[in-house]
């Protein structure tokens, strides 16, 4: 239950104009589909996916703004995102803004946002895209998954602070899926084509 009332405080929903900044990235020339695990009132996932032909997915704790996600048109799970699992390489965009906080364990405190790439970044087709939105002390504690499955890494600076939040530096972070190699050079991330259902999405109850 403690785990639970620190996801709901760790709510820091993204400033608009770093979201109008982060969707001048993102090229979408196919229709696709994307997913944000925390996806809050559902306005990030709007933002950075603007005027695309998108599916939107979404997993949000609260109960009150997953109602709100889901009246703006995203396909919305009201649960915990650890508790929903997908398909691997589902989707074409994964947009992670984690709670900044710590896990409650016996053993180890491992920090939220390595805990929720470790579980949502296989649900990214090959050569698909990671934004991650985290403070920038903790990019050390996802490198080790990063390395191993992204290319083309960059790390971004906000030029919004937000004054909820005790941390005021964040990276947003664009990443590649690996598949073997790398092979485009072009200047904005383009994201593959693929569709999904919302059967490829599944909430499992802990009660």
Same mark, same amino acid.
């Given at each position: 239950?403690? #785990? &639970?009332?620190?996801?709901?405080?760790?709510?820091? %929903?993204?400033?608009?104009?770093?979201?109008?900044?982060? $969707?001048?990235?993102?090229?979408?020339?196919?229709?696709?589909?994307?997913?944000? %695990?925390?996806?809050?009132?559902?306005? !990030?996932?709007?933002?950075?996916?603007? #005027?695309?032909? &998108?599916?939107?997915?979404?997993?949000?704790?609260?109960?009150? $703004?997953? *109602? =709100?996600?889901?009246?703006?048109?995203?396909?919305?799970?009201?649960?915990?995102?650890?508790? !929903?699992? !997908?398909?691997?390489?589902?989707?074409?965009?994964?947009?992670?803004?984690?709670?900044?906080? @710590?896990?409650?364990?016996?053993?180890? #405190?491992?920090?939220?946002?390595?805990?929720?790439?470790?579980?949502?970044?296989?649900?990214?087709?090959?050569?698909? &895209?990671?934004?991650?939105? =985290?403070?920038?002390? $903790?990019?050390?504690?996802?490198?080790?998954?990063?390395?191993?499955?992204?290319?083309?890494?960059? &790390?971004? $600076?906000?030029?919004?602070?937000?004054?909820?939040?005790?941390?005021?530096?964040?990276?947003?972070?664009?990443?590649?899926?690996?598949?073997?190699?790398?092979?485009? @050079? @072009?200047? @904005?991330?383009?994201?593959?084509? =693929? *569709?999904?259902?919302?059967?490829?999405?599944?909430?499992?109850?802990?009660?």
């Amino acid at each position: 239950m403690r #785990n &639970v009332a620190r996801l709901k405080m760790g709510y820091y %929903p993204l400033p608009e104009s770093e979201g109008i900044k982060i $969707r001048a990235l993102l090229s979408f020339p196919l229709p696709a589909s994307v997913i944000d %695990p925390c996806v809050g009132q559902g306005t !990030a996932l709007h933002l950075v996916t603007g #005027n695309a032909e &998108v599916k939107r997915y979404g997993v949000e704790l609260d109960a009150e $703004r997953s *109602r =709100i996600a889901t009246s703006k048109g995203i396909e919305t799970i009201h649960g915990n995102a650890f508790d !929903a699992i !997908a398909k691997p390489e589902s989707f074409s965009l994964l947009y992670l803004n984690p709670p900044y906080d @710590s896990e409650i364990g016996s053993v180890a #405190n491992r920090r939220m946002e390595r805990l929720f790439l470790d579980h949502t970044y296989r649900w990214l087709v090959p050569e698909g &895209v990671l934004v991650l939105v =985290i403070p920038f002390e $903790r990019l050390y504690d996802c490198v080790g998954v990063l390395g191993s499955h992204f290319g083309r890494l960059s &790390v971004l $600076r906000m030029e919004s602070s937000l004054k909820a939040s005790p941390e005021f530096l964040r990276t947003t972070e664009c990443h590649q899926r690996l598949r073997h190699s790398w092979r485009s @050079s @072009s200047r @904005s991330w383009q994201l593959p084509a =693929i *569709r999904t259902t919302m059967a490829g999405a599944e909430r499992y109850n802990s009660s």
